[in-house]
């Protein structure tokens, strides 16, 4: 039987395994991937002005899903699908859909959580593939979250809360009796409903990254290159 091993986020068959070219292939897409995704979120000011690149590089994030459901990348297939589906909503579901939820203080909160968040994440991937991570990035990789996961969190809850406002008040893409198909929808009560989502959700997902931060940083945490 052919024994694997993991490094830089890659699985490595040692026998029967790929070729080096077709790793060396992944590798160089997912260094391509990981610094367009860093780049990217240094672009966004205001939404008026940041629109484009926030749906391309929040759209972008669902490749995410498919390196670890492949298994190209070392990560839980699951998790990253909620973590980059409640961004994916909250850009084309909430921003795109509604002019409310541009307003107040949501959009700014999660914009902040969001580019601080990618920059070193996308950061710390690029060079974990090159096999070249300084101890201060990765530790910002592992610590940061502290602080910017509720802040994040926070801002899309406020911008699904001014977004509900808004399709309720004038019935937004919803669906009312009778009609021909006998079919009813409520664009407001799906967004209340994703809102409660987020009360088991995010505590599993924050308490899965203290998890990480213990194995990633470990006994070394003092230590900084």
């Known amino acids: 039987?052919?024994?694997?091993?993991?490094?830089?986020?890659?699985?490595?068959?040692?026998?029967?395994?790929?070729?080096?070219?077709?790793?060396?292939?992944?590798?160089?897409?997912?260094?391509?991937?990981?610094?367009?995704?860093?780049?990217?979120?240094?672009?966004?000011?205001?939404?008026?002005?940041?629109?484009?690149?926030?749906?391309?590089?929040?759209?972008?994030?669902?490749?995410?899903v498919v390196h670890a459901a492949t298994g190209i990348v070392?990560?839980?297939?699951v998790l990253t699908a909620f973590q980059v589906?409640?961004?994916?909503?909250?850009?084309?579901?909430?921003?795109?859909?509604?002019?409310?939820?541009?307003l107040g203080l949501g959009l700014p909160l999660a914009l902040l959580a969001w580019c601080?968040?990618?920059?070193?994440?996308?950061?710390?991937?690029?060079?974990n593939l090159i096999g070249n991570v300084p101890y201060i990035l990765k530790y910002l990789r592992y610590t940061m979250f502290i602080v910017l996961y509720p802040i994040g969190i926070t801002g899309e809850l406020l911008c699904i809360w001014k977004?509900?406002?808004?399709?309720?008040?004038?019935?937004?893409?919803?669906?009312?009796?009778?009609?021909?198909?006998?079919?009813?929808?409520?664009?407001?009560?799906?967004?209340?409903?994703l809102m409660l989502l987020y009360i088991p959700l995010f505590p599993q997902l924050y308490l899965h990254m203290f998890g990480q931060r213990k194995k990633a940083l470990g006994t070394n945490k003092n230590k900084i290159n």
């Open 1 to 64: 039987m052919a024994k694997s091993s993991i490094s830089n986020g890659i699985k490595r068959t040692q026998a029967h395994g790929p070729s080096k070219t077709n790793m060396d292939y992944t590798k160089y897409y997912l260094i391509a991937y990981n610094l367009i995704q860093t780049i990217g979120p240094t672009t966004k000011s205001l939404y008026d002005t940041i629109s484009f690149p926030l749906h391309v590089f929040q759209n972008a994030a669902v490749f995410e």
């Open 163 to 193: 977004a509900q406002e808004e399709v309720g008040k004038g019935f937004l893409y919803s669906v009312n009796m009778p009609n021909k198909y006998n079919f009813i929808f409520n664009y407001q009560h799906l967004l209340w409903f």
């Open 116 to 127: 601080i968040t990618e920059i070193v994440r996308y950061s710390n991937y690029t060079l």
């Open 74 to 77: 070392k990560s839980n297939a």
């Open 85 to 102: 589906a409640s961004r994916v909503v909250v850009v084309c579901g909430i921003l795109l859909a509604t002019f409310n939820a541009r």
